[in-house]
Antibody
Framework: QVTLKESGPVLVKPTETLTLTCTVS??????????VSWIRQPPGKALEWLAH???????SYSTSLKSGLTISKDTSKSQVVLTMTNVDPVDTATYYC???????????????????WGQGTTVTVSS | EIVLTQSPGTLSLSPGERATLSCRAS???????LVWYQQKPGQAPRLLIY???TRATGIPDRFSGSGSGTDFTLTISRLEPEDFAVYYC?????????FGQGTKVEIK
C-alpha cells in the first residue's frame, strides 16, 4: 500500500522560506512511471497545483509561483521537498503532496492522475 | 498556459438526479491528459477519472467522463448522498498543469 505524508512547520513568518517534506512509503521514487506533485488549497478556496517531479528529475512549476518554488527529491530517503521563498499571508493554505503516475514516452505521456494523496498539512503565514 | 473553466459554479440537485459538469479549456487538451477529482469537506481530493473517460480504481460506474479538444464533461448518472461534493478537472497537456476552479454539487 502506497502512502504519502506531508510534514513541515505549522506557522511561518512573512518573508521567510517554507520547507515542506513529502515522505513516500510503499513505492520507490525511482519508479519510472511515478512522480510526486504538490498542491495547495487556501481556506475555502480551490485547489492550486504547485509543482511536480518525476523519477528522471523532470520538474515543472506553477507559472505564477515559479520564481519562488523549488522541488527536489531524495530517492534514498523516499522524500520530495518543496521550498517556497519569501512567503506571504496569501500562502496560508493546506498543502498536499500526491503520487502522480504516467505511461508512455516523452512528449506522448498518458497521465493517470494523482491517485494517492497525503492527508495534507496546514500552514499559516503570519507575523 | 492553459486555463480551465468549470461550470456551473454550483449545481443544486436532488439525490437520484443526473449531474452534468463542464470543464472548458482555453486551448486544446489531449484526452489522455484530462483528469477529474472529487473533494469532500475536510478531505484530500480523490481521483475519479483519467484520460478524460477512464474511471480510476474503485470508482462506481455512475461516474462517467467524456469530451475532447477544449470541452470535457463529467456526468453522474444518479446522484447518491455521498456524491455531494466539489469536483475539479485538471490538465497535464501543457506545462504547467492546472486545475479548474471547481464545481460544487449541493443538495437541493
Amino acid at each position: 500500500q502506497v502512502t504519502l505524508k506531508e510534514s513541515g512547520p505549522v506557522l511561518v513568518k512573512p518573508t521567510e522560506t517554507l520547507t515542506l517534506t513529502c515522505t513516500v512509503s510503499g513505492s520507490s521514487l525511482s519508479n519510472a512511471r511515478m512522480g510526486v506533485s504538490w498542491i495547495r488549497q487556501p481556506p475555502g478556496k480551490a485547489l492550486e497545483w504547485l509543482a511536480h517531479i518525476f523519477s528522471n528529475d523532470e520538474k515543472s512549476y506553477s507559472t505564477s509561483l515559479k520564481s519562488g518554488l523549488t522541488i527536489s527529491k531524495d530517492t534514498s530517503k523516499s522524500q520530495v521537498v518543496l521550498t517556497m521563498t519569501n512567503v506571504d499571508p496569501v500562502d496560508t493554505a493546506t498543502y498536499y503532496c500526491a503520487r502522480i503516475t504516467r505511461v508512455g514516452l516523452a512528449g506522448y505521456y498518458h497521465y493517470h492522475g494523482m491517485d494517492v494523496w497525503g492527508q495534507g498539512t496546514t500552514v499559516t503565514v503570519s507575523s | 498556459e492553459i486555463v480551465l473553466t468549470q461550470s456551473p459554479g454550483t449545481l443544486s440537485l436532488s439525490p437520484g438526479e443526473r449531474a452534468t459538469l463542464s470543464c472548458r479549456a482555453s486551448q486544446s487538451v489531449s484526452r489522455s491528459q484530462l483528469v477529474w477529482y472529487q473533494q469532500k469537506p475536510g478531505q484530500a481530493p480523490r481521483l475519479l477519472i483519467y484520460g478524460a473517460s477512464t474511471r480510476a480504481t474503485g470508482i462506481p460506474d455512475r461516474f462517467s467522463g467524456s469530451g475532447s479538444g477544449t470541452d470535457f464533461t463529467l456526468t453522474i448518472s444518479r446522484l447518491e448522498p455521498e456524491d455531494f461534493a466539489v469536483y475539479y478537472c485538471q490538465q497535464y497537456g501543457s506545462s504547467p498543469s492546472q486545475f479548474g476552479q471547481g464545481t460544487k454539487v449541493e443538495i437541493k
